[in-house]
Structures are given as structure tokens and as C-alpha cells.
């Protein structure tokens, strides 16, 4: 049975949006409006997986996904390389439905400016995250400021264009993320200016390495452009499709 490290269960049972622990696995209950629920961590052991399952139907989710929640994750998706735990969900009925990355890199970064941009370590603009990219986003952001770990992007006349954020997940880690910018400031730099004032502060903390979770392949080259790439790990979206709802 695999287990999770006390720092990593404590942060995960915690508000915002705690998980539900099952035995040594750890479950997320859909969110509002949706019918999704989420294995966030399984243990390997089958009784559990089955536990998991009623779980889910109990709370009227329609289907339940390994890996994630976003905004609350303890791994972005299933490991492809671990293919007896690949397997296994197979055989349980789960479907790969899609796969990004996650990549650990190297934090030494040179910094990027942008003409008429200011980057700084920000305590507010949740609700600009919120509305712009979701809540699960924000909740991620609102871990990462209380961690001191949450940056803003401004123009010289005071507009929010965007955050980038580490510490919002598993912060004993070293992880990145996430960090968004406002489709009409895209294009300028404004992103890789976030993203390397991340970077160099996970490493003032101590983090000569981070993780970028949930990386699609083609964006993989931005990060490549900033920081050097030490492994990529490839992982899966599988879903099982429950008897209730649609």
C-alpha cells in the first residue's frame, strides 16, 4: 500500500476545498455546478478503490477521475510510466481520456522585464483570479499568498493583467504555479516576466528544483525557454464513467 507523507495528507485535509479521506486514499467530492468527482491519491489497495467508487455515486457524480482536483491535487494525473498502477485502473473500468506533463526544472532563471509591466509579490486580486480563471485557481492562489507566494503583473496605469503563484500546492515541494495571464495582455511577455519572478523566488527559498505540474506538450517549449528542464514526467487523465447521472 502506497502512503502519502504526513506533510502532504496535513496540507490536503485542509481548507480550502479539503479532500475526504478513504482509508489511505484521498477523494474529492464534485464541485458546485459540476458532476465530476476526483481520486485524488489511491493506495493501491483494491477494497479501496471499490470504497472510492461508492463514494462517488453516493455524492451523484457522474464520473470519477484519477488524479487532480485542480486547485487541490496531489498528482496531476496518473504516473504513465507506473504501469502496474496504469493497469489496474484499467482493469477497474478507467479510461485514459487525455495527458499533459509535469516537468522538474532547474529554478536558476534569468529574470524578463517588460516595458511598461511591473511585477511584485501581491496579497490581493483573488477575485480578479476568480473571474478571469476560475476557482480553482483561486483557491491555489489564496495558499499561495498566505505563503507569501503569490505575484501580480501591472501596467504603468495600474491595470491587473495577470498572477503567477508557487506554494499553492504541496509547498514542502517546491511547485510551480498556476499563473495566468489576461488574453489581451498574452503576447508580450508578460507571462515569462511572472514566471521567472517565481521561479527566483522558490529559489531564495531554498528550491534549486520545482515542479510545473499539468504542462501540455506545446507549452512545454515556454518553460525550456526560461529554465532548463531535468525531467518530464508523462501523465494520464483516466476517468470511469459511473452508473449515475449522465
Known sequence: MALIDAATLAEKLAEPRALTAVGASLVAAPAPGSTTAWLAWWSGADDELA???AQARDWGAARLVAGGPPGNYVESGVDA???ARVAALRAAGFATTG??????????VAPVTVAGVSVARCAENL?????AFGAGWAWEAARARGHGGLFAAHADEGAWLGFGAHSGNLAHRGTFGPIGVLPAARGRGVGAALATAVFADLRARGFAEATVPWV???TAAFYAGLV??????????????LSTGS
Open 51 to 53: 470504497e472510492v467508487v
Open 81 to 83: 510510466g507506473d504501469a
Open 99 to 108: 495527458e499533459h506533463l509535469d516537468l522538474r526544472v532547474c529554478t536558476e
Open 127 to 131: 477575485d480578479a483570479v476568480a473571474a
Open 216 to 218: 501540455a506538450e506545446a
Open 228 to 241: 532548463t528542464i531535468a525531467a518530464r514526467t508523462r501523465r494520464l487523465t483516466m476517468a470511469l464513467r
